[in-house]
């Protein structure tokens, strides 16, 4: 089973950048027409709308368990600094337990990966998932659930 949130992540980024644009063109106007009040009001706005999109941490996701490996491709979608690729990979035996995390009611989760390797036991950092649907989340908790099983 492979699960990508392309369309989605896409349609996210686009929103936040249109939204960022008309937000800043405004506080410009406003300082322009020498409504600083108003202006300064605007650049708190903008200051909720990026730490909405830093907390919630959207992200590109592409999960694989097919074979006998378990693909984990992420990178986030609203970032300044350029794109981090990250990938997890490893052999689905050596999974030993997985964390999913839901807040927000349910509209943010988190996916925490832990494995054996041959030093012990290792924990990869935290994944986002609020990028995926609700479905897809389902999916790949379905999936992970039934690997540790057997």
């Not at 897809?136 to 540790?148: A, M, P, V, Y």
Request: glycine fraction near 4%; proline fraction near 1%.
């Amino acid at each position: 089973m492979t699960i990508k949130n392309t369309e989605k992540v896409s349609k996210i980024k686009k929103i936040f950048f249109l939204v960022s644009i008309a937000i800043a063109l405004g506080i410009l106007a406003l300082f322009l027409l020498d409504h600083v009040v108003y202006a300064l009001a605007g650049l708190g706005v903008f200051s909720m709308w990026y730490l909405y999109f830093h907390v919630a941490d959207y992200q590109y996701i592409e999960f694989s368990d097919d074979e006998d490996r378990i693909v984990l491709r992420y990178y986030k979608v609203v970032s300044f600094s350029g794109k981090a690729y990250n990938s997890i990979e490893f052999p689905k035996n050596r999974l030993r337990k997985v964390h999913f995390e839901n807040s927000f009611f349910g509209k943010l989760s988190d996916l925490t990966l832990i494995i054996k390797t041959d030093r012990g036991i290792a924990e990869y950092p935290v994944v986002s998932l609020a990028g995926l649907n609700l479905n897809d989340r389902k999916r790949i908790q379905e999936s992970l659930n039934s690997i540790i099983k057997t």
